[in-house]
């Protein structure tokens, strides 16, 4: 189950927008069909993205509950293994297809090789190949 994190609440609040009473979801990972509605999810999405990024919030998933306040769509939930949250969540990744890196918090986190690749990245100016096996 996703969590309502209060960085996210922060983007309703400064935005004046009411708090979801639907199921909020994490986009890192979506699947979508071709159509015309969801090029006006996405469209609408995007606008409300430049909106809030201009206020400085910089946050996706706002953005993306308020758009599907806007644009009538049946949506469903994937599985958890097809968005894998590491670092986030305590569930494992047994079964995972999908393995999200997240950047929440990334800053103050060393739970993962991927964190540990990008700080020596950052540090070191060069890609540490330990590290990088990790990710694999």
Same mark, same amino acid.
């Given at each position: 189950k996703f969590v309502f994190l209060d960085f996210e609440r922060e983007t309703f609040i400064k935005m004046g927008w009411p708090l979801p009473t639907r199921p909020y979801f994490n986009s890192g990972v979506v699947l979508v069909r071709d159509t015309d509605a @969801?090029?006006?999810?996405? %469209? @609408?999405?995007?606008?409300?993205?430049? #909106? *809030?990024? %201009?206020?400085?919030?910089?946050?996706?998933?706002?953005?993306?509950?308020?758009a599907l306040d806007q644009v009538p769509l049946k949506v469903e939930q994937l599985a958890? #293994?097809?968005?894998?949250?590491?670092g986030l969540y305590t569930g494992g990744v047994r079964g995972a297809r999908i393995l999200h890196f997240s950047t929440i918090r990334f800053e103050d986190?060393?739970? *993962?090789?991927f964190q540990r690749m990008v700080e020596n990245v @950052?540090?070191?100016?060069?890609?540490?190949?330990? %590290?990088?096996? #990790?990710v694999r």
């Open positions: @969801t090029r006006r999810l996405y %469209a @609408t999405w995007h606008d409300i993205w430049l #909106q *809030t990024s %201009a206020r400085g919030l910089f946050k996706d998933q706002p953005p993306l509950s308020r958890p #293994q097809w968005n894998a949250l590491i986190r060393d739970d *993962t090789g @950052t540090q070191a100016e060069e890609v540490d190949v330990d %590290a990088r096996r #990790q």
